[in-house]
Nanobody, 127 residues
Framework: EVQLQASGGGLVQAGGSLSLSCRTS????????IAWFRQAPGKEREGLSCIGHSDGNTYYAASVKGRFAISSDNAKNTVYLQMNRLEPKDTAVYYC????????????????????WGKGTQVTVSS
């Protein structure tokens, strides 16, 4: 079965950087994308970024574009989220998720469209 495991969260001061990892397993094909979400207490779960497994097509939400970067190492079955210039508003639980389907036309991190979810990892940015 498909499994996703997010890791790398922690406490960081504003302006700092942090890298998250999403280790994946169980996919029998290549037609899917991996997405990153975050959710702060009392807030909607927010889609941040995604990357197609086979073609590398990416998407970034406006809230993180220019500060965050998604990448993948298919040999390690791992997707990364490099987070730079972190701000207190970035404090949230971060999740990785996956959706099966084509990525020829790009990907989009839609909460209700995701097929698999990993456990979240806490990111706390202090001022």
């Amino acid at each position: 079965e498909v499994q996703l495991q997010a890791s790398g969260g922690g406490l960081v001061q504003a302006g700092g950087s942090l890298s998250l990892s999403c280790r994946t397993s169980g996919f029998s094909g290549d037609d899917y994308f991996i997405a990153w979400f975050r959710q702060a207490p009392g807030k909607e779960r927010e889609g941040l970024s995604c990357i197609g497994h086979s073609d590398g097509n990416t998407y970034y939400a406006a809230s993180v574009k220019g500060r965050f970067a998604i990448s993948s190492d298919n040999a390690k079955n791992t997707v990364y989220l490099q987070m730079n210039r972190l701000e207190p508003k970035d404090t949230a639980v971060y999740y990785c998720a996956a959706r099966q389907g084509p990525t020829e036309y790009g990907c989009f991190p839609y909460y209700y469209g995701m097929d698999y979810w990993g456990k979240g990892t806490q990111v706390t940015v202090s001022s």
